[in-house]
T-cell receptor, first 113, second 120 residues
Framework: AQSVTQPDIHITVSEGASLELRCNYS??????LFWYVQSPGQGLQLLLK??????LVQGIKGFEAEFKRSQSSFNLRKPSVHWSDAAEYFC???????????FGKGTLLTVNP | GAVVSQHPSWVICKSGTSVKIECRSL??????MFWYRQFPKQSLMLMAT?????????EQGVEKDKFLINHASLTLSTLTVTSAHPEDSSFYIC????????????????FGPGTRLTVL
């Protein structure tokens, strides 16, 4: 069985501060990993994805994530947060040929001015 | 490219009625689409996998007779919530896998904008 854990339900940061959102996964092989962002009442926007190769992946809007196999983690980072980054962030995992995505419970990001 | 639309974006209906939600891939074809449900302040839960030309496969605990899925063409899947009740009120999101397979970039799905269903 595959699972995704996002330990932080809600994080608050000040605008301009750095950000790290945690994601841990459980899967028997190397998974495909994704980070999505969702604004209220909206669909999902893909921030970045990891399949293989370089463990540090760059995404849109200045986000990056690092895949650490030894820690089963895929944490999302941004060096300087903007007020427009306030949203819900979901880590997701896909493995095998069925393309099914398993989502974490999400982390709500609040950005203080 | 790889745009997915949903219609309607929101719908309000009376308890006991049926509601149909459409999911369309606008610039690609998809033999596989997925339907997710998201309750307020919760994550997305996969409901079913929609397969073009064949029956949908439902996740455990999802009533196939209540959530009817039809994937009649390579660009359209529909989800019909039959005899809707207030507990079916939720945000329904679809996603699609493009074909041919060589266009699929490592299991990436493309998501629709979602449909907000409110059952009174």
């Amino acid at each position: 069985a595959q699972s995704v854990t996002q330990p932080d339900i809600h994080i608050t940061v000040s605008e301009g501060a750095s950000l790290e959102l945690r994601c841990n996964y459980s899967y028997g092989a190397t998974p495909y990993l994704f980070w999505y962002v969702q604004s209220p009442g909206q669909g999902l926007q893909l921030l970045l994805k990891y399949f293989s190769g370089d463990t540090l992946v760059q995404g849109i809007k200045g986000f990056e994530a690092e895949f650490k196999r030894s820690q089963s983690s895929f944490n999302l980072r941004k060096p300087s947060v903007h007020w427009s980054d306030a949203a819900e962030y979901f880590c997701a995992l896909s493995g095998g040929s069925n393309y099914k995505l398993t989502f974490g419970k999400g982390t709500l990001l609040t950005v203080n001015p | 490219g790889a745009v997915v639309s949903q219609h309607p974006s929101w719908v309000i209906c009376k308890s006991g009625t049926s509601v149909k939600i459409e999911c369309r891939s606008l610039d690609f074809q998809a033999t596989t689409m997925f339907w997710y449900r998201q309750f307020p302040k919760q994550s997305l839960m996969l409901m079913a996998t929609s397969n073009e030309g064949s029956k949908a496969t439902y996740e455990q605990g999802v009533e196939k007779d209540k959530f009817l899925i039809n994937h009649a063409s390579l660009t359209l899947s529909t989800l019909t919530v039959t005899s809707a009740h207030p507990e079916d009120s939720s945000f329904y999101i679809c996603s699609a896998i493009p074909i041919p397979r060589d266009r699929v970039v490592n299991n990436e799905q493309f998501f629709g904008p979602g449909t907000r269903l409110t059952v009174l």
